[in-house]
């Protein structure tokens, strides 16, 4: 079962999806609690392929970007947000020095550890996605209070890697 918290176009959805559960085409999806069937044509293809779903025998033509940044229907394009109820992600110490991974991806270097001392700028993590290595930098000079990722580990959008205090 996976938990997510979707928002679309400033609305929130709490879904829960079972993969296991599927019967040929059909899902079942639990939406805030009521559980719905959804008809996906190709439950393996990647989102961008996707051009129709039928929720609950209503059809509905659809876009998705790749990303799952945006979606585009009947009614125009929704920004999407999505967010792994069941990660777990540090709680970070305040909001001024916080690092958050900028695409999903694979840590494959961490420079630093707890305690050392960074300047703004300074190269933090090499964080690998789509076969591209980032640099991901300290927002501001200071003390690594804390670090939450380590080498080899996968990251979400957003996810917090470490807070510059």
């Known amino acids: 079962m996976s938990k997510v918290e979707v928002t679309v176009g400033g609305h929130t959805f709490e879904i829960e999806v079972n993969l296991n559960h599927r ?7 639990i939406v805030n609690g009521q559980t719905l069937t959804v008809t996906v044509p190709d439950l393996d293809a990647p989102l961008d392929q996707m051009e129709w779903i039928i929720v609950d025998r209503r059809p509905h033509e659809i876009v998705i970007d790749p990303e799952l940044r945006w979606l585009r229907d009947h009614t125009g394009v929704h920004f999407v947000e999505v967010r792994d109820l069941e990660a777990r992600v540090a709680r970070p110490i305040s909001r001024d020095g916080r690092i958050k ?3 999903p991806g694979v840590i494959k270097a961490v420079f630093v550890a707890e305690g050392d001392r960074v300047e703004a700028g300074q190269s933090l993590f090499i964080l690998e996605a789509m076969k591209m290595e980032n640099e991901i930098h300290a927002p501001k000079s200071g003390s690594i209070s804390q670090i939450s990722v380590k080498p080899g580990q996968d990251v979400i959008l957003h996810e917090v890697l470490a807070e510059v205090a």
């Open 101 to 103: 991974a900028p695409i």
């Open 23 to 29: 019967a040929n085409h059909d899902l079942p999806v």
